[in-house]
């Protein structure tokens, strides 16, 4: 059992949370201590939790989230600054975060910012975008950075000194943090804990990995400088070794002895010689092996990703492992290659050795390791054998380069795919190695070679952030919170851990636990399913099998339910994670077991995976949707140029830090049902779960308390767990939960559609673009779900913010053999416009023309028409662009961009600014209020919180308009049996519509009071509540979208109540060499119109801006083309972590931009800022212009999305790349497909 079952399960401390299981995330989180007999130390660490074994807890005190602080009690400094510095949304993440730092300051009570930072490696936040945990945490490190942060002084402040503007939290205001106060070690652990001395002393050598590091840190602080150089590799490789709470656990001996083929310690070891000591447990006999040695590599053996063998006998242990000092003229260095720099497996990782012979340049010795390039970690030994006795020069290089793309080829299939990429990487890291020993030989003043180039080495970090705001009028009532920078409401509780998500709901004493049984074929029919196994398993009730048929029942085919149809009735799967069926067992592990006992024959069909393999095959739902204005032949006509172009945008996993989790309980009566479920669509699954129960939607409530994100993904996909859970305890009588392994989740509830474009424009010399014709596909899988209006929106934001005369847009619905993809922030929007800018970048490209003027002449004007006629007024983008502009210094940081690209070869800097016009429209919205006679509210609407702050916005709204502090109204939880027939909290709306819910329901209740208030001016909130006049204190509100209703055959009618407007620009930089990137800085001015709550929305912005940046840069499903997702979690899936926020970040939010169509002036955040983070894409493939400049190529060329190293690399082509080239595509199967 590991540590995180037996704290959530067995003692119900469930501020602990679930994240992934495997880990990847943090989010479960605590601190183990020990004591330390021999040297009298206290050591405190911080752990995954979901990976330790109880067993391995024997005298160690475990520290939860719970055991700090509570609200309740007294708070914690590290849980209260996280939530007053708003750094917790939806709160999943947060209790993990919190134990991270609370572990740092136990060990270091005055951490300064790196080492803040390198403790949050091993933790992931999907919400905040991270700034605001940093900037909270940054008050542990003296406060800031003493007036040396930004030009305008502090590094915590806001504006520019010359801005009015609110603070987002006051750091004074702050509880001190006093180490002394501490809990203390439980004396009853501090015993001998020192073991007994073996008979082999070496053992103690293998340690944790922070251990080694401290050592051989300490070493190198001793040693003179050239015996070091070893050490110094290590070192290197263990920085980007996982995260902390890995590298605090996972012992070196552990590493070298999985054998990995990705083992970042391995290539150093073998390139640098070290020896290895085993010893035979039975006959205790002692074996010396060199991992240099061909022995060695054998003893490394393995195939890549399955086989976990080594040659190793079982009796054999691994005692100690010897690192060698390093010898006067011997150089080594260590590379790692990853998709993400912080807490992430290697895709290729290298270590070099070379040995001089002293007073020359010539090589004695010389070992090259790589990893990522066989089944095992092997050394490029022809080519080192070749270099020999040559000198260290440009002859070497080019003599390595040649014969490493011979000896380190890969087969096209290999397993991780990215074929080219690593085979270049080989190539491209020995030269960084080159010119590495080529300056040090320099400064031994043993060569005059040089190449007028230096390694590259992208810039180091120190973030500095700006967030601008507007003011809150002097004079607003302190009672009136709207458009204060209020705390997410739960945001303490979700610090202390005390806030109940789904899962957190304590176990029914008669509960059981469902598991389900997925089709592992893209499209069969199903011959047989043997559950015979399966039912013998322990604890196993029922094995539960196309129970429900929903489309039959529902009868109508254009019902959201027949649009989910694809699960739990059909005998014939259509995608890779179909649910076939569902088992229910006394636990989890026992459901689990048992469905994976399940047997099923298939008979395998054909399989459409890619959008291109549907292109070929017309595989398409209807209708084929277009949008059209003006007339295309006369707008190419007049065009003096016209281009060609093509893009993908590959999909999103949502990773929401709480995967989808339903909990139903019968209720004994009348077929009532009550289900706790973590969705945005409470109506949906209650209308949903009645219809497969076979009963009114009366019987069923639906309860959402909160969920741990959502971003989409638990808008429709949630109510097929739900329904499922929901027939099972139904059948059962009996309470049954699920909540998806992470690995499930990402398998079954698909994500943001891919997209491909095609696109064909006409443009002037000047630039003007004249004529659109643009094509999208999206990948929708095998049922349509939300994907039409998905589409549509696509189309809806295929000219973005520019004013096209003549434009076509046709939208295409793919249906293939992946699960259904559905909502995800942004809904087609960002796919749409990403299409729309690579366009803009071809002409500006083509032109040769800066792409910011390109951009700016096409930009819209207040008035104009967009392509489905509707007008723009109220138009602020022209504001936002200008003042982005001026507040990123652009014209400035394009002159030193250019300077930077002049003088530096391997590493290159772009620059790109971005605009975006997000139109915001959604249905209707519900609100209950009920004054209590103490003068209390309750305040129920329909929304659902999933981080977003609606919750905190709704109560803000109500404060105004009843008049009260935000202390006397509570929320909650959203529950269908208060507010019905509600909306999914989705399409940015919900405050527009359920705070314009809540004015209504508040109003009428303060239209009740008035006569009270007329009475009786002088008195309380208390004095006018009165019940004993029967006055009626409970109140409904309502509120539908006015005039709303477009018509595509028309091509007329408002499809949006207005548009949300913003602005970024971005700049980064780019190794040539290896295609890695560093966000250099990002400014965002986005309009929000009058904020109703700053930090929430900066919030947003931020959140949605990282998640952009995840999208366009990083995060990449894997499909096998059987349509298997190869990448089912966070070791293989990355999402921005908190290294990859841009290193100056600055984010205003426009000022003085009213907006007449929302409540109290406000505008939707949500979605609209997500897509601002093409801004780093552009200023990406801007860098690789420049790089492809040095090769002589220039003009438009076709990047994909994400901008990934492998892309960037590859895009940068050079000699590297030349020697290279990759397989001729149809003569080999890929290990991964783009779908
Ligand atoms: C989230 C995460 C991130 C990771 N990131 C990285 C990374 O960035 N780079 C990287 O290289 N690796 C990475 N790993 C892999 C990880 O570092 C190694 O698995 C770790 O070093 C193993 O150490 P351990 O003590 O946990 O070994 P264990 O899991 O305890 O052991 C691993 C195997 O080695 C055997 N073994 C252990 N010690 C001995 C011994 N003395 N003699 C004989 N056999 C032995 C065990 O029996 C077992 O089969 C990551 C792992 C996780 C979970
Ligand atoms: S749940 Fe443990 S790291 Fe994700
Ligand atoms: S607040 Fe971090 S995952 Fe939601």
């Known amino acids: 059992m590991t540590l995180l079952t037996y704290l959530r399960r067995k003692l119900g401390l469930t501020g602990t949370k679930l994240g992934c299981a495997e880990g990847g995330c943090g989010a479960c989180t605590v601190m183990v201590s020990r004591y330390q007999t021999h040297t009298q130390q206290l050591l405190h660490y911080a752990v995954n939790a979901c990976l330790a074994p109880l067993c391995s807890l024997h005298l160690v005190a475990v520290t939860t989230v719970e055991g700090i602080g509570s609200v309740a009690r007294k708070l914690h400094p590290v849980q209260e600054r996280i939530a007053r510095a708003h750094g917790s949304q939806c709160g999943f993440c947060t209790p993990g975060i919190v134990m991270s730092m609370y572990a740092l300051l136990r060990n270091n009570p005055t951490p300064k910012m790196a080492d803040v930072e390198e403790a949050f490696q091993g933790n992931l936040c999907r919400c905040t975008g991270y700034r605001p945990i940093l900037e909270g945490y940054k008050t542990f490190t003296g406060g800031c950075c003493g007036g040396k942060g930004r030009e305008n002084g502090c590094c915590m402040a806001n504006g520019n000194g010359a801005e009015k503007t609110t603070p987002l939290f006051t750091a004074t205001d702050f509880a001190p943090f006093d180490p002394t106060q501490e809990v203390i070690f439980p004396p009853e652990l501090m015993v001998n804990t020192h073991t007994p001395k073996h008979k082999h002393s070496e053992l103690e050598l293998i340690h944790d990995l922070n251990h080694m590091g401290a050592v051989l840190k300490e070493m190198v602080k001793t040693l003179p400088p050239h015996q070091n150089e070893v050490f110094l590799a290590v070192l290197e490789q263990l920085r980007w070794f996982a995260g902390l709470q890995i590298r605090n656990v996972a012992a070196v001996g552990g590493n070298i002895m999985t054998a990995s083929p990705i083992s970042d310690l391995n290539p150093v070891f073998m390139a640098a010689g070290c020896k290895l000591t085993l010893m035979d447990k039975g006959t205790h006999t002692h074996t010396h092996i060199h991992l240099c040695d061909i022995p060695g590599i054998c003893f490394l053996l393995r195939s890549e990703f399955t086989d976990k063998t080594t040659t190793l006998r079982p009796q054999e242990v691994l005692l100690s492992i010897e690192i060698p000092y390093s010898k006067k003229n011997q150089f080594v260095s260590a590379f790692k290659q990853s998709p993400r720099r912080e807490d992430d497996i290697s895709i290729v990782t290298a270590a070099m050795s070379v040995t001089i012979t002293p007073g020359t340049d010539v090589v004695e010795d010389l070992g090259l390791s790589y990893g990522g390039m066989a089944a095992t970690t092997v050394l490029a030994k022809k080519t080192a054998s070749r270099l020999l006795g040559r000198r260290w020069g440009e002859g070497l290089l080019e003599e390595a380069c040649s014969s490493l793309a011979e000896e380190m080829t890969l087969d096209p299939s290999a397993p991780g795919g990215m074929v080219t990429y690593r085979q270049t990487l080989t190539l491209s890291l020995f030269y960084k190695f080159y010119l590495m020993v080529l300056q040090k030989l320099r400064i031994y003043q043993v060569t005059t070679l040089t190449t007028g180039f230096t390694v590259p080495a992208l810039a180091s970090r120190c ?55 997925t089709s592992s074929k893209a499209h069969a029919n199903i011959l047989s399913i043997d559950s015979s196994a399966a039912e013998q398993m322990p604890g196993v009730t029922v094995i539960a ?193 699920c909540m998806l392994d992470r690995d499930e989740d990402m398998l079954i509830t698909g994500g943001r559609h891919p997209f491909y474009g095609k696109y064909k424009v006409g443009f002037l010399n000047s630039g003007k673009v004249v004529a659109l014709d643009v094509s999208y596909y999206s990948n929708t899988g095998n049922s349509m779900d939300l994907s039409l209006s998905v589409l549509e929106r696509a189309l809806f934001h295929m000219e973005n913010s520019y004013s096209v005369a003549n434009v076509r847009g046709r939208g295409y619905l793919c249906r293939t053999n992946l699960p259904s993809n559905t909502a995800f922030r942004g809904f087609g929007g960002p796919q749409g416009m990403m299409v729309t800018e690579s366009w803009m970048n071809d002409v500006a490209q083509s032109l040769g023309k800066p792409s910011e003027e390109v951009r700016r002449l096409n930009l819209y004007v207040e008035g104009e028409l967009t392509p489905y006629n509707q007008i723009l007024d109220q138009f602020t983008l022209d504001r936002c662009w200008d003042e982005c502009l001026s507040r ?64 905190t916005k709704m109560v803000q709204v109500a404060s105004r308009v009843l008049g009260i502090p935000c ?47 007329t009475k009786n001016p002088k008195g309380t909130w208390e004095d006018w509540v009165t019940y004993f006049d029967r006055v009626n204190l409970s109140a409904n509100g309502f509120y539908k979208t006015p005039d709303l209703g477009y018509d595509f055959d028309s091509n007329s009618g408002r499809a949006f109540n207005y548009f949300s407007y913003g602005v970024a620009c971005s700049e980064v930089e780019i190794d040539c060499l290896t295609g890695a990137h560093r966000n250099l800085s990002t400014t965002i001015v986005m309009d929000v119109g009058h904020s109703l709550n700053p930090a929430i929305d900066i919030g947003q912005v931020e959140g949605a801006f990282m998640q952009g940046l995840g999208l366009f840069t990083l995060e990449e499903l894997h499909y096998s083309p059987q349509g298997v997702l190869l990448t089912r979690g966070p070791g293989s899936y990355k999402i921005p972590a908190f290294g990859d926020i841009p290193t100056q970040l600055t984010v205003s939010l ?86």
């Open 463 to 517: 973030v500095s952030v700006t967030c601008v705001l507007q003011a809150v009028p002097e004079g607003r009532s302190q009672d009136d919170a709207v458009g204060r920078p209020m705390m997410h409401l739960s945001a303490l509780k979700q610090a202390t851990g005390e806030a109940v998500y789904c899962d957190d709901v304590p176990l029914y004493e008669n509960e059981l636990y469902l598991a389900l049984v």
């Open 888 to 951: 990123s210094v652009y014209q400035e940081r394009r002159a030193a961009v250019d300077l930077y690209n002049r003088q530096n070869r391997w590493t290159k800097r772009g620059l790109a600014i971005v605009p975006t016009k997000f139109g915001i429209s959604f249905t209707a919205a519900g609100a209950l209020a009920h004054i209590y006679t103490d003068g209390s509210v309750l305040l129920t609407h329909g929304g659902t919180e999933m981080g977003q702050g609606l919750h």
């Open 1150 to 1235: 426009l000022r003085d931009a009213p907006n007449d169509k929302a409540i109290f002036a406000s505008k939707a955040v949500g979605e609209p800022p997500l897509f601002l983070a093409a801004s780093v894409f552009y200023a990406i493939k801007d860098a690789i212009s420049a790089a492809r400049v040095e090769s002589g190529i220039s003009g438009p060329f076709r990047l994909d999305s994400p901008a990934s190293a492998e892309r960037i690399r590859n895009a940068c082509s050079d000699r590297f790349t030349k020697l290279c080239p990759p397989a001729e595509p149809g003569t080999f199967r890929p290990w991964s497909v783009q779908v």
């Open 967 to 1013: 202390s006397k109204i509570h929320i909650s939880e959203t529950s269908t049996n208060t507010v019905p027939n509600t909306s999914p909290t989705a399409a940015s709306a919900s405050s527009d519509l359920n705070g314009a819910a809540v004015q209504n329901a508040c109003e009428t209740l303060m239209k009740r009071l008035e006569p009270y208030k």
């Open 545 to 737: 099998r196309h129970q429900v048929r929903l489309s039959d029942q529902s009868g109508d085919s254009d019902s959201l339910m027949s649009r989910l149809v694809t699960f739990l009735f059909s005998v014939q799967v259509t995608c890779v994670g179909h649910i076939i069926g569902a088992v229910v067992a006394d636990t989890q592990l026992h459901a689990q077991r048992a469905a994976k006992a399940v047997r099923i024959q298939y008979e395998e069909l054909p399989a459409v995976v890619t959008i291109q393999e549907a292109i070929a095959a017309q595989s398409f739902y209807q209708p084929i949707r277009t949008i059209q204005k003006g007339d295309l032949e006369v707008g190419f006509k007049q065009a003096d140029h016209i281009l060609e172009g093509e893009m993908h945008i590959g999909g999103q996993e949502h990773f929401y830090l709480e995967t989808n989790v339903t909990l139903a309980v019968p209720r004994g009566e009348d077929g009532e049902m009550e289900v706790f479920a973590s969705t945005q669509s409470a109506s949906k699954t209650q209308s949903l779960v009645a219809k497969a129960l076979g009963v009114p939607a009366n019987r069923v409530v639906v309860r959402v308390k909160r969920m741990g994100g959502g971003f989409g993904g638990k808008e429709s996909r949630t109510t097929v767990l739900s329904t499922v859970v929901a027939v099972a305890a139904n059948k059962l009588k009996r309470p049954v939960r």
